[in-house]
């Protein structure tokens, strides 16, 4: 059996290049997706850390 990764290959050789670059495109935002959504979860982390801080000086 085909890995996913054989199957994403050998349809994207049959897709036209304007369709490939459309793939490439997605997979770049998946990419970035992933970053910034680590980068949010941590500004979080850090905030409510921030807040606990504050709420036990005042």
């Not at 199957?7 to 970053?35: G, M, R, T, Y």
Request: glycine share 2%; charged share 35%.
């Amino acid at each position: 059996m085909d890995s996913l990764k054989d199957k994403i290959l050998e349809k994207l050789e049959h897709l036209p290049k304007n369709a490939q670059q459309e793939v490439l495109d997605f997979v770049e935002f998946l990419e970035w997706s992933k970053e910034n959504r680590q980068k949010f979860q941590l500004s979080i982390v850090s905030e409510e850390s921030d807040a606990g801080w504050l709420e036990t000086d005042l």
